[in-house]
T-cell receptor
Framework: AQTVTQSQPEMSVQEAETVTLSCTYDTSESDYYLFWYKQPPSRQMILVIRQEAYKQQNATENRFSVNFQKAAKSFSLKISDSQLGDAAMYFCAYKNRDDKIIFGKGTRLHILP | DAMVIQNPRYQVTQFGKPVTLSCSQTLNHNVMYWYQQKSSQAPKLLFHYYDKDFNNEADTPDNFQSRRPNTSFCFLDIRSPGLGDAAMYLC??????????????FGPGTRLTVL
């Protein structure tokens, strides 16, 4: 069974600074997909960024980028130029071949003005 | 806009009184999921439908049932809610085939309170 671990329950970052959220996972599959989801307070979960395991190139979406290290089974999220609207719970997620998503426990990100 | 809609957004029920939560989607996705999310925890998958095929998670209590009468709608029935069932219930959809990058689209959730 796959597992996803987010070792940082909470993090804070100054507005306009850069922050990295860590995520590791365990799997025996060679082909899978990884996601970061954002869940703002009292709002719905939305996709931030996605990564295909067979692609070596790290995904980027504007201010969001990942550092995908397949051998180390690591999938960290970097947020550049942090904004107040980035405050949310961030979930790292692994999608297996059965189309199921396994979520990490989440990291609550606070943005300090 | 195409989206995932959940009704009601807030539901209060009494201990042991059956309750039904609904989810509808305009995305025409063939897979629909129900998650339970307790405060400050990760969503926990309860079950999902792949088209009409129902897939129950092994640890989902029998108290939880689901119906999917058509592609657009999916219901979560809690037959006898207990205090431990108070949570946010999330519906999600995806255009599911194996080995694809298709993300899951989430609804806003229904927050269930059990008195």
């Amino acid at each position: 069974a796959q597992t996803v671990t987010q070792s940082q329950p909470e993090m804070s970052v100054q507005e306009a600074e850069t922050v990295t959220l860590s995520c590791t996972y365990d799997t025996s599959e060679s082909d899978y997909y990884l996601f970061w989801y954002k869940q703002p307070p009292s709002r719905q979960m939305i996709l931030v960024i996605r990564q295909e395991a067979y692609k070596q190139q790290n995904a980027t979406e504007n201010r969001f980028s990942v550092n995908f290290q397949k051998a180390a089974k690591s999938f960290s999220l970097k947020i550049s130029d942090s904004q107040l609207g980035d405050a949310a719970m961030y979930f790292c997620a692994y999608k297996n071949r059965d189309d199921k998503i396994i979520f990490g426990k989440g990291t609550r990100l606070h943005i300090l003005p | 806009d195409a989206m995932v809609i959940q009704n009601p957004r807030y539901q209060v029920t009494q201990f042991g009184k059956p309750v039904t939560l609904s989810c509808s989607q305009t995305l025409n996705h063939n897979v629909m999921y129900w998650y339970q999310q307790k405060s400050s925890q990760a969503p926990k998958l309860l079950f999902h439908y792949y088209d009409k095929d129902f897939n129950n998670e092994a640890d989902t209590p029998d108290n939880f049932q689901s119906r999917r009468p058509n592609t657009s709608f999916c219901f979560l029935d809690i037959r006898s809610p207990g205090l431990g069932d108070a949570a946010m219930y999330l519906c999600a959809t995806s255009r599911g085939t194996s080995r694809n990058l298709n993300e899951q689209f989430f609804g806003p959730g229904t927050r269930l309170t059990v008195l």
